[in-house]
């Protein structure tokens, strides 16, 4: 069996809800965790959806994660050189 796409979140608010919940929707992928320095709000999706909190993006990314969804303001978007070769992002 192939191994499944390793997919994290940034951003545990509206549009990193809707993320977080289409993937558990999509067989060939793990969430592996969501995050977001809001604890409360981030600790009840990981829960609602089955993953960890991390307290960082960049956290998140060292975690060994294939894919990220980026649902954080532009501002707050990580410089493209900061994340892994491999990693590929969404936003
Ligand atoms: N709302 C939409 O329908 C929609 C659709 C497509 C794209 N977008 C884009 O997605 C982005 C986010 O929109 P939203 O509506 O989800 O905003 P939101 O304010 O609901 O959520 C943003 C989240 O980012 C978190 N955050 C702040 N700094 C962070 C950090 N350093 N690391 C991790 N998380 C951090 C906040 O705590 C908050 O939970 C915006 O740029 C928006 O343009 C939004």
């Known amino acids: 069996m ?10 545990a608010g509206f549009i990193g809800a809707v993320h977080a919940r289409a993937y558990r929707h999509v067989a060939d992928v793990e969430l592996v965790g969501i995050a977001d320095p809001a604890e409360e709000r981030a600790e009840a999706l990981a829960k609602e959806v089955g993953c960890r ?10 975690a060994g994660v294939d894919i990220i969804s980026v649902c954080l303001p532009p501002h707050l978007h990580l410089p493209r050189p900061k994340q892994r070769p491999r990693q590929a992002s969404m936003c």
């Open 53 to 62: 909190r991390f307290p960082s993006y960049e956290a998140l990314l060292d």
């Open 2 to 11: 192939a191994a499944k796409i390793r997919v994290g979140v940034a951003g």
